[in-house]
């Protein structure tokens, strides 16, 4: 009697137990309910071989929520970081995953009897729903992914041009709060290559006009003796003409008097073209250079000896650059045009402004620079004037004697006139163009078929060099007349 007592006892408080597990798990019920989001069976979560659940990985927006039903009852949970996500159960076997801040963390469901039923890494990242939709609506035609990145963005997927990937980018990051949160990953398909052809073309005319006289003369008056100088200089230009034609006539022996006439008159005509031509892809920046560098003496340095003597010295010299730059970064926009930042350059050694002077009379040239540099849009084979100078420049200069210069007519006796007039015009011209790759039979080289000539050919008849047709090439058939034909010096 004893033993059946024992066993329906144990039987109650073991069915006691049971109701008041199931009770409390019953009736542990939040006050707060959110809103369902999905609906997730714990039963496909697989069991690893050492009997540890393996977690279920989900991802979920701050403030949003995601239903679990499990296949038991619950009967606890463990939440690793509540600040960014929480679980509420509302009924025995279903809960409410909610996020609350970016971050990640762990939640683990437990059973009456101490099992796992399920564990979930929770990863809670900023809602891009929003981000979503604004990029839908600007660019339709976009394939764009957005992911998020603890609390960042990341853009992936391709687009049609550079423009779109930085419109997408520029949006990114006003809605993620800054430039710094994004990731800008996104592929441009079939990015197109700018070819940039610029022309640089210059002619500057000059005239220069020298007349002066100088008169020189000796007067004897008993043992008296006078001399009269009168050098009239041409200071017009910064560094004066040496005349090189000149008349001198003496008239009388004594008293004698001796006028020299120095007369001259210059023009001249520059005439500069620079055409570089350079190919990026575009928003790519691409640099050309074509030039040298002179050196210009920066000072002497010298050693002393273990006496305190000074002993070897050394010209220390610096380079400075010359020639034909340019530098421009193309973004082709849309309905096939382009948008440049130009910067093109030419500059040139001139004894213009040289410094002359200095140990061992070292002369050091000036440069003179043609330089552009700004920011335009063009269509393909459109060409734009980007810079353009129209400049001109006269200077007069009378010298004489005071008082004598001034008379009418006999002044011209005593005085000089230098005269010079300098007119530039410049423009700078741009071009690009949207190119292909192209085979390379399609392409001529500056020396194709250049042949060097032989050397009876070079003894004899003073040729420099020989050309060729370029083999399998066929030139249209013109008619030509006159002379004809390549040229040799």
Do not use: W
Request: net charge neutral; glycine share 10%.
């Amino acid at each position: 009697m004893k033993c059946r007592g024992n066993q329906r006892l144990m039987r109650t408080f073991a069915v006691r137990a049971l109701s008041f597990s199931a009770a409390a798990a019953m009736t542990l019920t939040p006050a707060m309910v959110p809103a369902v989001a999905a609906d997730i069976r714990a039963t496909a979560v697989p069991v690893a071989a050492d009997g540890q659940m393996n977690a279920r990985f989900l991802a979920l927006g701050v403030g949003k929520s995601i239903v679990v039903d499990l296949p038991r009852d619950i009967k606890d949970v463990l939440v690793a970081d509540p600040k960014i996500a929480n679980a509420v159960v509302r009924s025995a076997q279903r809960a409410y995953i909610i996020g609350a801040a970016v971050g990640q963390t762990n939640i683990v469901f437990f059973d009456s009897s101490g099992q796992q039923i399920a564990a979930y890494d929770i990863a809670v990242k900023r809602d891009l729903n929003g981000l979503r939709a604004a990029l839908k609506q600007t660019l339709p035609n976009a394939d764009i992914q957005i992911e998020g990145v603890a609390d960042g963005v990341m853009l992936s997927g391709s687009v049609a041009s550079p423009i779109e990937a930085q419109q997408a980018g520029d949006l990114a990051a006003r809605l993620a709060g800054g430039a710094d949160k994004v990731i800008n990953s996104i592929v441009v398909h079939g990015r197109d290559q700018v070819m940039l052809k610029v022309t640089v073309a210059e002619v500057a005319r000059s005239v220069m006009k020298q007349m002066g006289v100088d008169l020189s003369g000796t007067l004897n008056y008993g043992t008296s003796v006078v001399t009269f100088n009168n050098t009239n200089p041409f200071t017009a230009n910064n560094a004066p003409l040496v005349p090189g034609n000149a008349i001198t006539g003496s008239f009388g022996s004594t008293p004698s008097v001796q006028a020299t006439l120095h007369a001259m008159e210059s023009a001249g005509v520059v005439r500069t073209l620079a055409e570089p031509n350079l190919t990026a892809i575009s928003g790519e920046s691409a640099t050309f250079i074509s030039g040298g560098e002179f050196p210009i003496p920066t000072g002497v340095t010298c050693q002393s000896t273990t006496s305190g003597a000074i002993g070897q010295c050394v010209q220390t010299v610096s380079f400075k650059k010359f020639g034909i730059s340019l530098n421009f970064t193309p973004v082709v926009l849309t309905e096939g045009r382009i948008s440049l930042r130009v910067m093109t350059e030419v500059s040139e050694i001139s004894t213009e402004n040289a410094l002359s002077g200095g140990q061992g009379g070292t002369t050091i040239p000036s440069i003179k620079t043609r330089r552009a540099e700004t920011t335009l849009e063009i269509p393909s084979g459109g060409a734009m004037a980007m810079a353009g100078l129209i400049q001109d420049q006269t200077k007069q200069a009378i010298n004489g004697l005071p008082g004598l210069s001034q008379l009418p007519v006999l002044g011209a006796l005593f005085r000089s006139r230098d005269y010079i007039n300098n007119q530039t015009e410049l423009m700078v011209i741009v071009t690009p163009y949207i190119v292909r790759a192209v085979a390379q039979k399609d392409l001529s080289r500056p020396d194709d078929g250049f042949a060097a000539s032989a050397d009876p050919q070079a003894d004899l008849l003073g040729s420099l060099n020989r050309i060729y047709g370029v083999p399998g090439r066929t030139e249209p058939a013109q008619n030509y007349h006159g002379t004809y034909g390549f040229i040799t010096d």
